[in-house]
């Protein structure tokens, strides 16, 4: 191109570049110098080059932990959204005949996500609550004898408050891949003999794999970073990563927080970085 | 050639016998999974969006009302509580803070995205970097990119507001989904259009609003959606970068943490309708475009 078009698309991307330079990579580089800071313990911080904070962060035991509960929560959530996108977006695309019905059903699925996260979660607690629907019908049905103590403050409506939020993450790319899908191979594929589970093994999986891996970015990286829905669900009763952090925070110990925020952000661009391999997302996305 | 004849050639007969149990079926059986599945997404939709109609019907309660059912009464009792009430924090003024903030962020989003994406269509030296903090934008924890604006603010001795630095920050999140909007809608633009333009003599500037903006008019309005919903739920970037006064999202998190009363229900119904009016106008107006679009261009 042009030495002129180039000029002109980086005056393009100027804007852009405006708020990225001072709202992603400034705050990153600032955390990371401050994770190599010490505490005045007054929320200031002393310029003096130390790696305690790193060696309290790695000799903790309170560490492992909270990355275990984490990545618990993290594996449990991207399993059950991949499941349940994965079957929705198939049936939208494979199942519904009407074109316009499938875009009608598939707009049904994507309206939460544009409203209040916050407020969907809230929304479990009438449901899960030991005064509850759920409990309330069952005492009545006659199932159980006491009202289950394990659905709401607990791991299961941590994970039942993510899944809720974090599945339309899953369904609009595996939806997007799928519809890419020439409906010719697959009859194609039938002429030939396949059966329906050589179709979803050796055609759709495949085929899809692109919108799943890009699913599973946005969904481990929200929730390795969200500190909220595990503070608020869990009742107090589990500890997130992001929540020892934002306590730090709160304390001021504005150091030891900066490099457990450097740990966390490797930890998750690791995890982002193994999902690329399989996948060449540029490609995907300006395709 | 009579039609049984070309449907004969279309659809071979052996292919339609086959494709009857096949899993897109254009016949009229339809394969037991369709029922499975069928139930699935049913059932998929009922989570989705029954735990949301409860709380909805549970802030109309009175005020003997509480957080689970049954109904105690009907009235506005909560809603009242809401905006009057001082326990319950500046619901009114954070409302209107968010709202706002959000529209700034919006018309941002529109103009900075549809630049990008322009950009994009070709190569260029160092677009490869561009994309890559982008995405990074995008999946870095917002509490880690909240904390580091607060300590930039901080270094270079600037107070936060939420019409400054949480202005920057919600767009460090707003953005990339604008951008990756864009992609998709420029993926379907046509460089013959722009050139057609050139040909008849438009200026740059011409092309770009009386071409390029009309037939991307439908994918703006997706990223104005984006830009203002994005903004008006967001919380952890904003969280350290608003300054003293909170934005919506802020104000209910403290209301999760101290109130136990429906009126945090009303507050949930309240927001909900905001954003269910956005949804609809935004919507509404790509439907609107597509129609007059249709009636412009019977042929296709």
């Given amino acids: 191109m042009s030495g002129r078009g180039q000029i002109l698309s980086w005056l393009y991307v100027t804007p852009l570049m405006l708020v990225l330079i001072p709202f992603f990579v400034a705050p990153i580089l600032v955390v990371l110098a401050a994770s190599f800071f010490q505490s005045d313990g ?103 004898n006491e009202p289950l103590e394990f659905l709401l403050f607990s791991g299961f409506s941590v994970v039942v408050a993510y899944v809720h939020q974090l599945t339309i993450f899953m ?82 110990q504005y150091p030891s927080a900066a490099a457990s925020a450097v740990v966390l952000t490797i930890v998750v661009t690791l995890l982002v970085a193994l999902i690329l391999r399989t996948v060449d997302i540029r490609k995907e996305l300006t395709r | 050639m009579s039609a049984a004849a070309r449907s004969a050639v279309a659809v071979p007969p052996v292919s339609k016998a086959v494709v009857a149990h096949a899993i897109a079926p254009r016949a009229e059986g339809r394969p037991w999974t369709f029922y499975v599945l069928s139930t699935v997404f049913v059932l998929y939709v009922l989570a989705l969006y029954g735990p949301m109609i409860c709380i909805y019907v549970l802030s109309f309660q009175d005020v003997r009302g509480g957080l689970v059912f049954p109904m105690k009464g009907l009235s506005l009792h909560w809603f009242v509580d809401l905006f009057t009430q001082v326990r319950t924090g500046d619901v009114k003024g954070s409302f209107e803070r968010s709202i706002k903030l959000a529209a700034i962020v919006t018309v941002a989003t529109v103009i900075m995205s549809f630049l990008a994406g322009w950009a994009f269509r070709r190569r260029f030296v160092g677009d490869g970097v561009v994309f890559y903090l982008m995405i990074g934008s995008l999946v870095a924890p917002g509490l880690v990119l909240s904390i580091g604006v607060g300590l930039v603010l901080h270094f270079i001795g600037v107070e936060g507001a939420w019409y400054t630095s949480a202005i920057g920050a919600q767009l460090s999140w707003t953005l990339p989904f604008g951008v990756l909007v864009m992609f998709a809608v420029m993926s379907r633009f046509d460089r013959a259009w722009e050139e057609a333009a050139y040909d008849l003599g438009a200026t740059r500037w011409q092309t770009i609003r009386l071409v390029v903006i009309p037939i991307l008019a439908p994918g703006l309005v997706a990223v104005a959606l984006f830009g203002f919903t994005l903004s008006y739920d967001e919380f952890a970037r904003t969280l350290q970068t608003a ?58």
């Avoid at chain 1, 499941?83 to 199942?95: K, N």
């Avoid at chain 2, 136990?260 to 009016?277: E, K």
């Fill in chain 2, 243 to 300: 300054g003293s006064l909170n934005t919506l999202p802020l104000e209910i998190w403290t209301m999760t943490l101290n109130i136990t009363s429906p009126s945090l229900y009303a507050l949930g119904t309240v927001t909900t309708i905001v954003s269910f009016v956005i949804i609809a106008i935004c919507l509404g107006a790509i439907a609107s475009i597509q129609k007059r679009r249709a009636v412009r261009v019977p042929a296709t």
């Fill in chain 1, 42 to 144: 007054f929320g200031g911080l002393i310029a003096d080059p130390t790696f305690q904070n790193y060696t309290e962060i790695f000799s903790s035991k309170l560490t492992a932990n909270l990355y275990a509960e984490t990545i618990e929560f993290t594996i449990l959530t991207w399993l059950f959204s991949l499941i349940i996108g994965f079957w929705v977006a198939y049936f939208l695309v494979f199942h519904i005949r009407n074109p316009l019905l499938a875009i009608g059903l598939f707009l049904l699925c994507t309206v939460p996500f544009w409203t209040s996260n916050i407020i969907r979660m809230i929304s479990w607690i009438p449901l899960l609550g030991k005064e509850g629907l759920i409990n309330t019908a069952l005492l009545r049905v006659g199932v159980i």
């Fill in chain 1, 171 to 252: 369904i609009v790319p595996i939806f997007n891949a799928m519809a890419r899908i020439d409906k010719r191979i697959v009859e194609a594929a039938l002429d030939a003999g396949a059966s329906r589970l050589d179709i979803m093994r050796m055609i759709i999986l495949p085929l899809s794999k692109n919108g799943i891996a890009l699913g599973s970015i946005f969904v481990v990286s929200i929730v390795m970073g969200d500190f909220f829905v595990i503070k608020v669900m869990s009742g107090g009763g589990s500890a997130s990563v992001v929540g020892a952090l934002y306590e730090d925070v709160g304390v001021l």
